[in-house]
């Protein structure tokens, strides 16, 4: 009888001991996740821009400012870092379940039956109650808790990704913004100077009064694209105010500043690069708890063994005795097994095997997005930086063109359309190259991103 007893409780553990396997990328699944555990087995490259610390990518003194301060105060981010707190605490929960739990419950009662005095007793009883973790219910328990934590930190990193460049992109604008308007206050005094020149010549009867008033209706042109630009300021400077949580007012600027694409990510990027993005790292999390609470429905099936402690001091309680205090020892041992909620825990499982399926299309979705994004990100710099090596080449010859027909202008070989027209055209292109820059600043900002960047 106590072989057959024994034996079944043998079966029972060896048919637990898988719920006791730790969680493993499944590599078998798709090659992306092949790819992508791959990439985590290899060494990490500090070197990549998606490991860069914020403060090496964004040198810029300024702007390095902007992006602490809103780190400090934004409240997504504290949220996040509250988050990660929360889990360590959960964690430590989860660890501390393996130990015993000990109740202190110290009770006193008087009995009295008919003439008899008022019968007194106490007990100061002391009870130790654990918990064994046979089939890994607990683990999984505790396993899980840590993926919490590492998704939530996961999260948090996401966030503070998303505050700096946020924080960077709305900078170089409000760069590109008073570039601009620099551009359109220094035409201004270009066509102030040719509305001049078109006077005298009016005067000298080489023009008519036409080339005069064509002069002054474009500068009137420019002006009327000032205060346009200057909403734009508004509105970007506000928004800086906005991630800063600050009072709107308008934020200093180096007009200067400007972001360099490097070198070594112009050819591709490795998909261990992708492997340090935040929101692909949580995924994989996200799906490891599922897998250890599939573990833990697997788990309902079992019997739970409970071992029970009880120590007490003190009288029986209603007896008169001529000891008044003496000690109570209790050990027990009891073994739950579940009888009629099988079909609830048939159904649990079932729920949990489904969400883990979830869990995993999300984890691989992921991964595809994360590449998708980089790609999409890369190809957007090339492009951009190839448009912005023809806009300059153009501003340049336009510059020429403008010179070469206010000399002509002046030797009387050439109209004053002809200048007006290059006039026109080359504020257009410096315009524009400006706006080609502000792209290309805005790119790395987003490959940064993409990547993970922002520790």
């Not at 700096?164 to 900078?171: D, E």
């Not at 002069?215 to 800063?244: C, F």
């Not at 190839?386 to 501003?395: S, W």
């Not at 010859?397 to 007006?420: G, P, Q």
């Amino acid at each position: 009888m106590v072989k057959n007893v024994v034996a079944a409780v043998l079966a029972l553990v060896l048919a637990g001991c898988g719920m006791y396997k730790k969680y493993e990328t499944p590599v078998d699944v798709s090659p992306e996740i092949t790819q992508y555990h791959e990439a985590m087995s290899a060494s990490v490259d500090s070197s990549a821009l998606g490991n860069l610390p914020w403060r090496e990518v964004f040198t810029d003194p300024l702007l390095q400012g902007y992006i602490e301060t809103a780190l400090e105060n934004n409240v997504d981010l504290q949220n996040a870092k509250l988050n990660v707190d929360i889990a360590q605490a959960r964690l430590q929960g989860a660890k501390l379940s393996f130990l015993p739990s000990v109740t202190f419950a110290p009770n006193g009662a008087g009995t009295k039956l008919g003439n008899y005095d008022m019968d007194w007793g106490w007990q100061l009883p002391l009870t130790v109650s654990w918990q064994v973790d046979i089939f890994g219910k607990l683990t999984n328990n505790k396993r899980s808790a840590e993926s919490a934590v590492v998704q939530s930190d996961a999260y948090r990193q996401a966030v503070q990704s998303q505050i700096v460049a946020a924080v960077a992109s709305t900078y170089y604008t409000l760069v590109s913004l008073h570039n601009q308007l620099e551009i359109l206050n220094n035409t201004c005094e270009l066509w102030q100077r040719s509305i001049k020149m078109m006077e005298d010549m009016k005067l000298a009867g080489r023009f008519t009064e036409v080339a005069v008033v064509q002069s002054k209706a474009n500068y009137e042109s420019v002006l009327a694209s000032i205060p346009d630009v200057e909403l734009g300021i508004t509105q970007a400077s506000n928004t800086m105010s906005l991630l800063l949580a600050q009072q709107p007012r308008r934020w200093q600027v180096n007009a200067g500043s400007v972001l360099d694409v490097p070198a070594s990510i112009e050819a591709g990027v490795p998909m261990s690069y992708l492997a340090a993005r935040p929101d692909v790292r949580a995924s994989e999390q996200a799906f490891a708890q599922a897998y250890y609470a599939t573990n833990m429905a697997r788990a309902n099936f079992y019997p739970q063994l409970t071992i029970t402690g009880t120590g007490a001091y003190g009288t029986l309680l209603g007896s008169t005795i001529i000891d008044p205090a003496k000690w109570l020892l209790n050990l027990a041992g009891s073994l739950t097994a579940p009888i009629f909620a099988r079909g609830q825990n048939i159904a649990t499982l079932k729920a949990a095997k489904l969400q883990q399926q979830q869990a995993l299309n999300t984890f691989q979705y992921s991964i595809l997005n994360a590449a998708t994004e980089v790609n999409n990100a890369l190809a957007d710099i090339r492009a951009t930086r190839e448009k912005m090596v023809h806009v300059d080449k153009q501003e340049k010859y336009l510059e020429l063109a403008v010179e070469y027909n206010e000399d002509l202008m002046r030797l009387s070989t050439t109209t004053y359309l002809e200048v007006i027209s290059a006039q026109q055209s080359l504020l257009q292109s410096r315009m524009q190259l400006e706006n080609v820059k502000l792209d290309n600043n805005l790119g790395l900002i987003t490959l940064y991103q993409v990547l993970g960047g922002a520790r």
